[in-house]
């Protein structure tokens, strides 16, 4: 897939942009996840504020914005969201006329069905929004950044270039260092609560044998319960990889009287601090998370 330049058809309007760069002291820069928070702040210089809206332990499949995260939306000078697929929570406000013109989508979201389904989330039914833990694809989800960032008034373009240079080595850097640091982690079998760990593990080659729910809205149907059930019972040392932002009890009755080891992974890094290396700090907590799957750093 494309994380599309395209999402830069949007028309930073002129107004807005004399003003931020006339008045203001600082770009300010809207995002809605602490991912995408983290590769902001890495191409994003010295003098540009970032903020995220979703909190720590809240899922941006079913969050409700308070007043005061709508008020920082509207000071914001750009705004950056995975799309409509991810944070449906969103979808609605930004496609208004209030801020259209300053939001930039990190995906596409175009249908392949030509269909609207932006009210509804696209786990299990499409394409997998979760894109920012393919780090090629962060990769893609920088540069874009980086151009939106660039087409403001009185930016320091050079530094943005520079900065996105620098995020694009670092990345790959890290990337190599994952593939070694994973390779004991192949033979065992990875289960996971949704789609979300989908895109890392497809990238390093792991064995995601299963998913406990397509959709992180609902409740999975029995019988998709008893399929995974069955792969628990047959997997090679099975693993049940975690999240924070969910119900463990849950997933405890689903897995209990079988041999499962649990490790708890964040894909909304929610202790990562945003800098300018929070994104490759993400992604070794990430490959934490799963060397403890190993038998010997495992509690049953």
Known sequence: MRVPGKALSLALGAGTLLISG?????????????????????????????????????????YNMKPSQRRALENADVIFWVGPDMETFLNRLLAGPEFSNRTVALMDAEQESGEDTHDEHGHGDGEDPHIWLDPELAIEMAETIREALSALEGVDAAALNENFEQFKVSVRETDASIRDRLAPAHDISLFAYHDAFTRFAEHYGLKLEGVLTLNPELSPGARHIAEVQEKLRNATHPCLLTEPQFNRQWWRSITENLDVTFSTWDPLATDIEATPEGYNNFQQSIVDAVLKCLPEDTEH
């Open 22 to 62: 006339a008045l203001q002291a600082e770009t300010r820069i809207g995002t809605s996840i602490k991912p995408v928070e983290l590769i902001v702040s890495a191409i994003a210089t010295e003098d540009m504020q970032t903020t995220s809206l979703v909190p720590p332990g809240s899922s941006p499949h079913n």
